[in-house]
């Protein structure tokens, strides 16, 4: 039996097919976590999602911004973007199947592993978050994805503001910091001030820093897996997975596969054409 995590998809269904045959996946015996933005950009996004659904509970997937984008076009909320690429879902004979499909899925998830925990997330995690507090954030966005009251939510989901967190909020406010915090965030400040100016880059602003070094993060030395950040690229640290490598960009979809122990890896990846 067999663990792996797999970055940003992006509708890229071939290059999931070629990994997931590259690797010898077999649901019936091996798990495997997409961590996120599994759809659009690339050209099947409705594939990606079906091949999700067949495979049943072997594939756990995690949201991201563009597939709670895609909920919120589907939703009349949003405008389709000029780039999107998500008239295979939108127009698909199976359309309400494949959004109620990801409307299950969470914003966070933690697997067991010979005894060690593996924390998911598809952006980031605040500083001020344990594990337990990200997990319990996420369920309290994941419940309103699933329940009746989607159309507000969907409303009151998207802008930059408030640009930190804080246990008072409430309404569209707390749950805008949790999405923002779990699908977008890249830089924040020492204090935990979220910073969504600088998305295509690398290298911090002055004054901010890559979520996972702010010094005293209550989630460091726990092994967090994310995706989001293809211009990053592939990171590895004792307690860190960086694994989006700009599959929908020409560059790789990658995996990593886990040994006996969370700190036994293999990266695995296989190249991508650009669209």
Do not use: K
Not at 39 to 44: A, C, F, K, Q, S
Not at 113 to 132: E, N
């Amino acid at each position: 039996m067999a663990l792996y995590c797999i970055g940003d998809i992006q509708g890229c269904d071939e290059a999931l097919g070629r990994l997931l045959d590259g690797i010898g996946f077999s649901a019936s015996r091996d798990t495997a976590y997409l961590l996120g933005d599994l759809v659009n950009r690339g050209p099947d996004s409705a594939a990606v999602l079906r091949r999700c659904m067949r495979h049943g509970a072997a594939i756990g997937c995690l949201l991201g911004n563009h597939d709670l984008h895609l909920l919120a076009v589907a939703q009349g909320v949003r405008q389709p973007a000029r780039r999107d690429t998500l008239a295979s879902v939108l127009q698909a004979p199976d359309r309400a199947a494949l959004l109620a499909w990801l409307r299950q899925q969470p914003l966070a998830r933690v697997h067991e592993h010979a005894g060690q925990q593996l924390l998911m997330v598809h952006a980031g995690v605040l500083p001020d978050w344990s594990v337990a507090d990200t997990l319990a954030r996420a369920d309290e966005v994941h419940a309103l994805l699933r329940s009746a009251e989607l159309p507000a939510f969907m409303h009151a989901l998207f802008g930059n503001q408030p640009e930190r967190w804080s246990g008072a909020l409430t309404g569209g406010d707390r749950l805008r910091v949790i999405v923002n915090a779990l699908t977008r965030l890249r830089f924040c400040s020492a204090s935990g001030r979220m910073d969504f100016a600088s998305t295509d880059s690398a290298t911090p602003p002055p004054g901010l820093m890559p979520w996972f070094d702010v010094p005293g993060r209550r989630t460091a030395g726990q092994l967090t897996a994310f995706g989001h950040w293809s211009t990053l690229g592939w990171i590895e640290r004792s307690d860190l997975l960086g694994l989006d490598t700009g599959c929908v960009w020409g560059g790789c979809l990658s995996a990593v596969r886990f040994g006996a122990t969370l700190a036994q890896r293999e990266r695995l990846q296989v190249r991508c054409a650009p669209l």
